[in-house]
């Protein structure tokens, strides 16, 4: 029986339910996914029950396609923890979801090490987390590119654990075309993770979705909403709690924000007009542009912390042509300043590697 928020979803030319063409793994999966990031790193994360509650919620509006990430809190608590815990408690669910790991960096920190003996220890302690709960791992992904490592080793390491059938595939996070191309050569590339959004979208001006569409791998688009920019939740520096570590990235600086907040009041406008949230034209718009134009197939994973927040995630607002047109004569006008990242992490977007020497 059709849901109330289905029924308004609906007679506002919506949909909460679509399964898309994308599989992974060899898994059909949900046309929007799930970022699992805010339910273990942050200052302040959830409780259980609330991380529990929204996780559920993700999964009964059609979100089988969950990402987390090792980096995601520390080495005795992140996104491995959390789904043990949730798969210990709802078994039922084992079999529904399709699982993606961010891992590959040093053990308690964010450099990358795409060393064989690290991604080995990667991949293993994936393994043996979500083993625990009785839930095998779908797919490891390289978090960022170890600038001082072949991809190739990188690659050859993990393929290991997929020809032995203890991983189901391997993807990447924030790497160039180059860097996508020669991976592919080693081991089927089972999706690309890298930013896209309304306020982000250099991976179509650097090569990145056109390795992509080439190759046939879809993009895992991550902060869709621009890390809450366009949910219109955030109007101003002083709307972000102190310890908020967004705060330290520049497009949130107050110098960039009134800038780029010409762009959400654009955004607004069109959300207003379609009876939806700006979220959801943000979401709805990547849906509307994966493989078409040359780009490939797009899954936006957007993060929610509250099982109303998901809900609203999950809205697709059916975009039609002109309105499409009209997002994008927006994008091409509209000024979005300040990097994506502060400090040493910018270093990592769309990550190189050294050749491989044999």
């Known amino acids: 029986m059709a849901s109330l928020l289905d029924k308004t ?22 046309k929007i996914g799930y970022g699992l990031m805010g339910l273990t790193w942050r200052a302040s994360p959830p409780s259980q029950s609330q991380a529990f509650a929204a996780m559920k919620e993700a999964l009964n509006s059609g979100a089988n396609f969950w990402n987390g990430g090792e980096i995601y809190g520390n080495a005795d608590r992140n996104s491995l923890h959390l789904l043990q815990e949730y798969f210990t408690q709802h078994p039922e669910d084992l079999s529904k979801v399709v699982i993606s790991i961010k891992g590959g960096c040093e053990k308690n920190g964010m450099k990358p090490d795409g060393g064989e003996e690290n991604t080995r220890r990667s991949i293993q302690e994936c393994i043996d987390v979500l083993g625990k709960a009785g839930k095998k791992l779908d797919l490891w992904e390289s978090a960022r590119v170890d600038p001082q490592t072949p991809i190739e080793v990188t690659m050859r390491a993990a393929k290991q654990f997929v020809d032995r059938g203890e991983l ?49 791998i879809p993009i895992v688009a991550y902060s869709p909403l621009g890390r809450g920019f366009l949910t219109g939740s955030v109007r101003s520096r002083a709307d972000l709690p102190e310890d908020d570590v967004r705060r330290h990235f520049p497009r949130f600086s107050d110098e960039n924000f009134g800038t780029n907040l010409k762009l959400l009041e654009e955004v607004e406008k069109i959300a207003k007009r379609k ?9 709805s718009w990547i849906l509307a542009k994966g493989g078409k134009e040359g780009l490939p197939e797009m899954v936006p994973i957007p993060g929610a912390t509250t099982e109303e927040r998901v809900k609203e995630n999950m809205v697709h607002v059916e975009l039609s042509e002109t309105d499409v047109k009209e997002i994008d004569a927006l994008l091409e006008s509209a000024e979005v300043v300040g990097d994506r990242y502060g400090g040493p992490t910018q270093a990592y977007n769309f990550g190189n590697s050294p050749p491989l020497k044999e």
Request: net charge negative; glycine share 12%; aromatic share 2%.
């Open 9 to 30: 979803a609906s007679a506002l030319g919506m949909s909460t339910n679509k399964t898309g063409s994308v599989k992974l793994a060899g898994h059909p999966i949900h």
């Open 168 to 216: 189901g595939g391997v993807c990447l996070s924030e790497c160039s075309a180059e860097t996508i191309r020669r991976a592919s050569k080693v081991i089927k590339v089972e999706a690309v993770e890298v930013e896209f959004s309304l306020w982000e979208t250099t991976i179509v001006s650097n090569g990145v979705t056109e390795a992509c569409k080439e190759l046939g």
């Open 275 to 283: 009876g939806c949230t700006p979220g959801q034209v943000g979401i």
